[in-house]
């Protein structure tokens, strides 16, 4: 049963490109939410998309979007890329009303 | 605001001792308590989580305890081994669907 794949693993790009980030849940999973952690801190929640609608979001701008495919998989949309954005973005599925997120490797996004 | 807070930043321990990790939550709300395992390159593995109607859990070396009165929760591993050594992140959530808030992480070295 393969987990929480995210692709690319590595990605550099400049300042002012754009950038696209898949996840694929675990099997049986329905809800994935995306996370961007900095060197050395914790994750923090960007959002999380339920039956292909953002259902929460957290303190992120409206540069960072997202979607969910009819298969559960999922996209993260990033414009306007700064510096800061720099960081291990980080793909979690769960599912059937359960709490635990399993998280994906990450896709590690260097701006340069 | 929702809010989790975790000490130490770092914790050395010679191989065979205990580690014992502390954090502290803001929202009284928060009902489901995982703690995540991150070892360098991967994303976040879950080692064990409880729930806010048990005041402990056990899994082999690791165990959990929560306070929710006070709104403390411990992690600790007994018997430490070198590939403990890793990022170990507390989180708290609200819902089965919610955002999970993690704290800021403990850099656990174990010297053989």
């Known amino acids: 049963d393969a987990g929480v794949t995210q692709s690319p693993t590595h990605l550099i790009k400049t300042r002012g490109q754009q950038v696209t980030l898949r996840c694929s849940p675990k099997?049986?999973?329905?809800?994935v939410s995306w996370y961007q952690q900095a060197l050395g801190q914790g994750p923090q929640f960007i959002f999380q998309?339920?039956?292909?609608?953002?259902?929460q979001r957290g303190n992120f701008p409206d540069r960072f979007s997202g979607h969910q495919f009819p298969n559960y998989s999922s996209e993260l949309n990033v414009n306007a890329l700064l510096l800061g954005d720099s960081a291990l973005y980080l793909c979690a599925s769960s599912g059937d009303s359960q709490e635990t997120q399993y998280f994906g490797p990450g896709t590690r996004l260097l701006v340069l | 605001g929702e809010n989790v807070e975790q000490h130490p930043s770092t914790l050395s321990v010679q191989e065979g001792d205990s580690a014992v990790i502390k954090c502290t939550y803001s929202d009284s709300a928060s009902n489901y308590f995982p703690w995540y395992k991150q070892e360098l390159g991967k994303g976040p593995q879950l080692i064990i989580d409880?729930?806010?109607?048990?005041g402990e859990k056990k899994d082999q070396r690791i165990a959990v305890t929560l306070n929710k009165t006070a709104k403390h929760f411990s992690l600790h591993i007994t018997e430490t081994q070198p590939e403990d050594s890793a990022v170990y992140f507390c989180a708290a959530m609200k819902t089965s669907y919610d955002k999970v808030i993690f704290g800021p992480g403990t850099s656990l070295s174990v010297i053989p």
């Open positions: 409880i729930r806010s109607n048990v």
């Open positions: 099997s049986g999973h329905d809800t």
């Open positions: 998309y339920y039956e292909e609608e953002e259902r």
